[in-house]
C-alpha cells in the first residue's frame, strides 16, 4: 500500500501532456482568470528548488481557480535575450543561440516534473525572430510618439559587463547581474522617454491590488517632488543662466552659493581661465567615481570653486559657483542652490570651505546664531517683504513673485529618469533604425521586421562602446528606406527588459504573425488577475511593463491601462553556504559604503581552506554560490507531491526560509500517510453517499472539522496563505485517523461506508492543488470523470461546520477567573446562569455585590464587583 510515486506521477504527467488538460481556450461560460508568474531567463543549467518557491504555489492556486469553475489561464515562456544569458554563455564559452534552447528545454522538463499546469501550447520565447519582431515594432510606435530618442549622456557603464545599464539596473552603485562597481562613461544612447508617464505611473499605484511595500518602492522611485524651478544669472555672460530646482523656495535668501555636478554642460563655458585646470581634473575625478561613492553623506566634502558667481534673483547678491562630486548630473537641474543654515550636506560644506551661513527660517520668528542647520519649517526671517510669514505661506508666496518676475516658476519633478535602453552587447532584439549622412536617424519599415540578429561566432562584449556587431559589415552596411543612399543600421541591441516588458501580452495570442496578439485575444484574456515574483523587479520590469501597457492603451490597442491587478512576491529558500573571511585586500576593496565580511568559497577553493577556516552561513540559493538542490534529485528521492507540500507548508508565501531536507521527509510521511488511508477507504466508498440517511452522532466531530477545513482551505488559497492552508489539512488528516484508524492496511470495522465516502472523496480534492499527481490516481479510483483539475471544488455546509459549543471566559474586575461551555451562540441569560452556577465563580462572588455584567456572546462575561 505503499505510495508509488515514480509510477503514478509519470502516469499522470503523460496523461495531461496526451489531453491538453492545461490548454486554455478563450470564450465559453466560465469566467477567464489569467495567473502569471514572472518567466525566467535560462542563464543556468537548471532549476533549483529555490525556484519553485514561486512556481509551485503559483501552480497550487491555478488549479484551485480551476476547481472553483474559472478558465485559468496558466502559460510560460522565456526571457532569453540580455545579459544573464549571454553571460552565461561567456562563462562557458558557447553560443547563446544553441545554449539558450538547451537551458529552456532542460527549465521545462524539470517544471513538468513537478507536476505545473502550464500550457506550454503558449510556450514562448523572446529570442525567436517571430517574438522580436514585436518587440522591434513597439520601439518603432514610441519612435513615432516621441517615446524614444538617441542622446549622447553620462551613462551607467559595467566594466566587466562591458554595456551600459538603465538607472534600474545599478544596485548600490554595482551591477545588477555581476555585482561590479559601475562607472559613468558618455556616450550615444536610446532611452524611452518613461518620464513622460511619471505622473499616471504614480497615481494608478492606488488602483493595484499590490503590498504597500511595493507600492511604495515605486512611489520613492518615481520620487515625485513639488518646489519650483528658479534661474541664477551668471555674472558677466550674457544670456547664461544656471536653473535649479528646489522644494524649499522659501529659502531662497538663505542661498548663499550654488553647486554644479561636474558632468554639468555649463561649468566648462563659466569656469575662469586661472580655474580651468583645477576644475577639470576635479571633473575627470568625480566622473570615474561610482555613484553610491558620491551620494555618501559620511564621506569628507570635496569641491572647487570655478571662479564664476552667480546672481541671487530674490536679493541680488553675487554668490560663489562651484562644483562637487555630491550633485548627479542626473537627478533634478544638475545644479543646486545650497542654503548652509538649512541643509546639512551645505552646512558641512560651507563650514568646509568657510562660504556664508544665513539664517532664513526660525523656529520662533526670531533670529538667532545657528549651531546646526534646521532644516525644518518654520517663520521666516531675514527673507525681505515675506518675513514673518509662516513656511507654506511663504512657498505660495514666492512662487507667485518668481513667476511674475520671469526668474523662476513652481514645478513638480521627478526622481524617475528616462529608461536606457542601448545594449553594447550581442544577445538582444536589434534596434531597427539606420543611420543615413543625408536623412539622419531613419526608423526600419515595419514590413522589414524583423531585423534579424546575425549569427556569429565572436559575440563578447567589445569594451570600446560599440556592440560585437558593428564589426558585421554585412549586417551594418544598408541602403536608406527614404533615400536609398548608403547607411549604416544601429549597432546598439535592446535590453532584456524590453522583451519583457510586454511578455504577458503576447501569452494572449502567441501564434499571432499579423499582431503582437489579436485585440479579441487581449480583451478576453488581460489584463493579468494574479501576478507572482521577485520583489527585486519593482523599480524595473514591474515600472516598464506598467509604462509600455499606459503607451498601448493610449495608442487605442489595449483596454486597459494597468496589467497586473493582483501581485505577490514570494520569498526566498536559502542554503546553507560554505565561504570564508576576507583577506586584507579584499576588505580593503569592499570600501566604506560596502563592508565584505564573508565570501563564498568558489569550487576551486573548497579544498584549498582549511575546515577550521570555512564560515558557514545561510544564503540565497544560487548557481553562482554552489549551494543548489535541484528538483530533479529531491523527485527521485521523495517524489514531485511530496516536494510540493514542502515547498508551501514550509513557511509562508512571502518569507525566506533554510532548506531542510527534514521537511522533504515530513513531507513524504504525510503525502504516504494520505495514501494509505484513502487506499484502506476505497473499499467502502459509495458514489451515492450523499443521498444516504443522517450520520451517525459519533461521527459529528469528524465532519465538522472536514466542513471547517473545506471552509478554511478555500480561503486561505484565496489569500496565498499555502502553510497554513496544507497545515489545515495534516490537522484533518489526523480527525479522520482518529475517527477510522487502520489496522494493518484496511479500517477498522464499524465505520459508516457514507461518512468514510465523503471524508475520502472531500479529503482528494482538498489535496488536488498540493498533491495533485496522487489525487489524480484517487479520483480515478473514486470514480471521477477526466482530470481532478477540472473537478469542482468542494462545497461546506456552514450548518455542519459550526462549532455546537464554546467556552465563554469569566472575566471579573478585568481578569480571567473562569469559564464554562454553553451551546452555541445562546442568549445573555443562558450565560449568566452557568456562569453563576459555576462553582469557582460562587466562591469568588461570595459575600460581594455585582455592579455590572457586560455580555460579549460566544466570548466573554465580565462581571464588574463593588
Known amino acids: 500500500m505503499n505510495y508509488n510515486f515514480r509510477e503514478i506521477e509519470g502516469k499522470w504527467q503523460r496523461y495531461w501532456r496526451e489531453n491538453q488538460t492545461f490548454r486554455a481556450v478563450a470564450g465559453g461560460k466560465r469566467q477567464k482568470y489569467y495567473c502569471l508568474e514572472m518567466f525566467p531567463y535560462p542563464s543556468g543549467s537548471g532549476l533549483h528548488v529555490g525556484h519553485l518557491k ?42 547563446p543561440r544553441e545554449m539558450v534552447p538547451e537551458y529552456a528545454a532542460t527549465y521545462r522538463e524539470t517544471l513538468v516534473k513537478t507536476g505545473c499546469s502550464y500550457d506550454w501550447q503558449r510556450e514562448i520565447n523572446s529570442s525567436i525572430p517571430d517574438y522580436y519582431r514585436w518587440t522591434q515594432w513597439m520601439f518603432l510606435l514610441l519612435l513615432r510618439k516621441g517615446l524614444a530618442y538617441r542622446a549622447t549622456a553620462p551613462i551607467n557603464w559595467c566594466p566587466a559587463c562591458k554595456t551600459g545599464l538603465a538607472n534600474e539596473e545599478v544596485r548600490d552603485g554595482r551591477c545588477w547581474r555581476c555585482d561590479s562597481p559601475v562607472e559613468k562613461k558618455p556616450m550615444p544612447q536610446w532611452f524611452f522617454r518613461i518620464t513622460a508617464y511619471a505622473e499616471r505611473l504614480l497615481a494608478d499605484l492606488e488602483k493595484l491590488d499590490w503590498s504597500e511595500g511595493m507600492k511604495e518602492m515605486q512611489r520613492d522611485w518615481i520620487g515625485r517632488s513639488e518646489g519650483a524651478e528658479v534661474d541664477f544669472p551668471v555674472t558677466g555672460n550674457s544670456g547664461a543662466a544656471i536653473r535649479v530646482f528646489t522644494t524649499r523656495p522659501d529659502t531662497l535668501f538663505g542661498a548663499t552659493f550654488i553647486v554644479l555636478a561636474p558632468e554639468h554642460p555649463l561649468l566648462p563655458e563659466i569656469t575662469a581661465a586661472d580655474r580651468r585646470a583645477e576644475v577639470e581634473a576635479y571633473a575627470r575625478k568625480a566622473q570615474a567615481e561610482s555613484e553610491i561613492d558620491r551620494l555618501n553623506a559620511e564621506r569628507a566634502k570635496t569641491g572647487v570653486f570655478t571662479g564664476a558667481t552667480a546672481v541671487n534673483p530674490v536679493n541680488g547678491e553675487k554668490i560663489p559657483i562651484w562644483t562637487a562630486d555630491y550633485v548627479l548630473p542626473g537627478y533634478g537641474t544638475g545644479a543646486i542652490m545650497c542654503v548652509p543654515g538649512h541643509d546639512e550636506r551645505d552646512f558641512a560644506f560651507a563650514r568646509k570651505f568657510n562660504l556664508p551661513i544665513v539664517q532664513v527660517v526660525s523656529r520662533d520668528g526670531s533670529a538667532y546664531e545657528l549651531e546646526a542647520a534646521e532644516a525644518a519649517e518654520g517663520i521666516a526671517v531675514h527673507s525681505g517683504q515675506w518675513s514673518g510669514l509662516p513656511t507654506a505661506e511663504f512657498k505660495k508666496a514666492i512662487n507667485r513673485w518668481l513667476e511674475e518676475k520671469g526668474v523662476g516658476r513652481p514645478t513638480v519633478n521627478y526622481r524617475l529618469r528616462d529608461w536606457l535602453i542601448s545594449r553594447q552587447r550581442y544577445w538582444g532584439a536589434p534596434i531597427p533604425v539606420i543611420h543615413c549622412p543625408a536623412c539622419g536617424e531613419v526608423a526600419v519599415p515595419e514590413e522589414q521586421l524583423p531585423v534579424l540578429l546575425p549569427d556569429v561566432e565572436n559575440y563578447q562584449p567589445t569594451g570600446t562602446g560599440e556592440s560585437p556587431l558593428a564589426a558585421i559589415e554585412s549586417f551594418v552596411r544598408t541602403a536608406c528606406p527614404q533615400c536609398g543612399g548608403p547607411a549604416r543600421r ?20 502567441p501564434g499571432n504573425a499579423k499582431a503582437f496578439a489579436a485585440r479579441e485575444a487581449l480583451d478576453y484574456w488581460l489584463p493579468v488577475d494574479q501576478y507572482t515574483g521577485g520583489i527585486e523587479h519593482a523599480r524595473s520590469h514591474l515600472l516598464y511593463a506598467r509604462f509600455w501597457t499606459k503607451v498601448l492603451f493610449d495608442e487605442g490597442l489595449l483596454g486597459f491601462e494597468e496589467p497586473f491587478l493582483n501581485l505577490r512576491n514570494q520569498g526566498s529558500l536559502l542554503a546553507l553556504t560554505p565561504g570564508r573571511r576576507p583577506r586584507p585586500q579584499e576588505q580593503a576593496e569592499g570600501g566604506e559604503d560596502r563592508i565584505v565580511d564573508w565570501i563564498v568559497l568558489k569550487h576551486d577553493e573548497r579544498d584549498q581552506v582549511p575546515a577550521e577556516q570555512v564560515v558557514w552561513r545561510w544564503a540565497r540559493m544560487s548557481k553562482s554560490k554552489g549551494n543548489v538542490v535541484t528538483p530533479d534529485e529531491i523527485i527521485g528521492r521523495y517524489g514531485a507531491d511530496s ?9 509562508p508565501f512571502e518569507d525566506d526560509v533554510q532548506w531542510s531536507e527534514e521537511g522533504i521527509q515530513g513531507s513524504h510521511r504525510f503525502v504516504s500517510r494520505v495514501w494509505r488511508w484513502l487506499q484502506a477507504a476505497l473499499p467502502l466508498y459509495r458514489a451515492d453517499w450523499r443521498n444516504g440517511p443522517p450520520a451517525a452522532p459519533e461521527a459529528r466531530p469528524v465532519r465538522r472539522k472536514l466542513h471547517q477545513t473545506v471552509q478554511k482551505v478555500g480561503a486561505q488559497l484565496e489569500s496565498f496563505q499555502f502553510n497554513t492552508a496544507v497545515a489545515a489539512v495534516m490537522e484533518l488528516l489526523n480527525e479522520i485517523y482518529a475517527y477510522a484508524p487502520l489496522d494493518r492496511d484496511a479500517l477498522v470495522a464499524g465505520r459508516d461506508p457514507a461518512v468514510i465516502s465523503e471524508l475520502a472523496e472531500t479529503l482528494d480534492l482538498l489535496l488536488a492543488p498540493f498533491a495533485p499527481h496522487l489525487a489524480e490516481e484517487v479520483w480515478r479510483q473514486l470514480g ?15 450548518e455542519v461546520a459550526a462549532a455546537e459549543a464554546v467556552n465563554v471566559m469569566v472575566q471579573v474586575n478585568g481578569k480571567i477567573k473562569d469559564k464554562v461551555t454553553v451551546p452555541l451562540d445562546c442568549d445573555e441569560e443562558t450565560v449568566k446562569a452557568a456562569v453563576l452556577a459555576s462553582e469557582k465563580t460562587r466562591q469568588l462572588l461570595a459575600g460581594r455585590q455585582v455592579a455590572k455584567m457586560i455580555f460579549v456572546k460566544n466570548k466573554m462575561l465580565s462581571i464588574v464587583l463593588k
Open 54 to 95: 514561486n512556481y509551485v504555489p503559483t501552480d497550487a492556486f491555478c488549479r484551485f481557480k480551476s476547481m472553483q469553475g474559472f478558465n485559468v489561464l496558466h502559460p510560460m515562456g522565456w526571457d532569453a535575450f540580455g545579459q544573464p544569458a549571454e553571460n552565461e554563455a561567456i562563462r562557458r564559452n558557447r553560443n
Open 490 to 509: 544601429e549597432t546598439d541591441t535592446m535590453g532584456g527588459y524590453a522583451c519583457s516588458a510586454w511578455y504577458f501580452l503576447r501569452f494572449a495570442d
Open 643 to 651: 516536494l510540493r507540500v514542502y515547498e508551501m507548508f514550509v513557511a
Open 784 to 798: 471521477g470523470d477526466g482530470s481532478v483539475y477540472r473537478a469542482p471544488w468542494p462545497a461546506f455546509d456552514p
